[in-house]
């Protein structure tokens, strides 16, 4: 077995990821792993969830699988409360998951609006739930949501999944300013990035508006960076917020 060659300057770490499968969660896993932290990656989607571990496992990192639906508390929980047991407490949790079915208000689609509000906010609070008590307990964390840019502007289509990514921001931003400094907190919002989020959407109006919107983007892998930077700080230097697009994205 290869040893991964770590580019980690602070201890390893335990990380949750949430949202694995794909795109951002994925390219965050396999970069963390690289730089020689456990990684453990949940999704609903174990079969993809195998083949990323595979992956890892392949290049000498550190991963454990677990089927998650962020939606079920219990089963966020759960899935906190065994990484903590396996290896002795967690140290970051990235709530990454997320869904994008755009549409506009009049297409009244409102059982995706329903799935954006169940994923996007109450999956991110159970991901808080989760994590919140074993920092508490050890008196240390780190907190990393992935919201969006959709967080700081809206656009035709995307109310819905706007004020759930602005939700996102300022629950985290609450969180910040009520936790204790010894538990860091960090959002990150990125612009258009290569992922599968755009497959969700079903309105044929909104697809339309999206291939154009999308026609610059970033791969998931300058998110990971972010995400390792803000990690990777040392104790005292909490990065609160991270906006990263698209050069060309206005």
Known sequence: MTTPQSTVTTPAKVILITGASSGIGQATAVQLAREGHQVVIGARRTDRLTTIAHDIEAAGGKVDVCHIDVCDREGVAAFTDAAAERHGRIDVIVNNAG?????????LLTAEWDRMI????????????????????????HFVTVASIGAHQVAPTAAVYCATKYAAWAITEGLRLELDPSIRVTTVSPGVVESELADSITDTVAREAMRTYRADSIAPGSIADAISYAIGQPPGVDVNELVIRPARQR
């Open 99 to 107: 869904v994008m079915p755009l549409s506009r208000l009049d297409a």
């Open 118 to 141: 169940d994923v996007n906010i109450r999956g991110l609070l159970h991901g808080i739930a989760a994590a919140l008590p074993h920092f508490q307990q050890q008196g240390s964390g």
